[in-house]
């Protein structure tokens, strides 16, 4: 409840001040001060399950490319290579060789 209390006094403080009435006042400074000291350590820093998640340590596994083919050619490897996807059918068909 003191909790409560304390909380609206902060608001009606930083209220006035921004309105002007408590204007170079040390008691207003300090609590505008001690308000937005609460504010800040509600954001943001270090929390669990937080951030970017760890990889499996294999690193990247394949490189990204892109080629340009005229349709025609796009036609004719999609009639060729059948229920696999594009990359995959190009990767087997290389390793034959």
């Not at 800040?40 to 083919?69: D, E, F, W, Y």
């Amino acid at each position: 409840m003191l909790g409560v209390i304390v909380c609206q006094n902060i608001l009606m403080a930083a209220r006035k001040f921004q309105r002007g009435f408590i204007t170079n006042s040390k008691t207003g400074l300090s609590i505008i001060l001690q308000m937005t000291k609460k504010m800040n350590k509600q954001h943001g820093g270090k929390r669990v399950g937080a951030g970017r998640p760890k990889g499996s340590g294999k690193g990247r596994t394949v490189k990204t490319s892109s080629i340009n083919l005229p349709p025609a050619v796009w036609e004719k490897l999609d009639a060729i290579r059948g229920d696999l996807s594009r990359s995959k059918w190009i990767a087997q068909t290389i390793h034959k060789i």
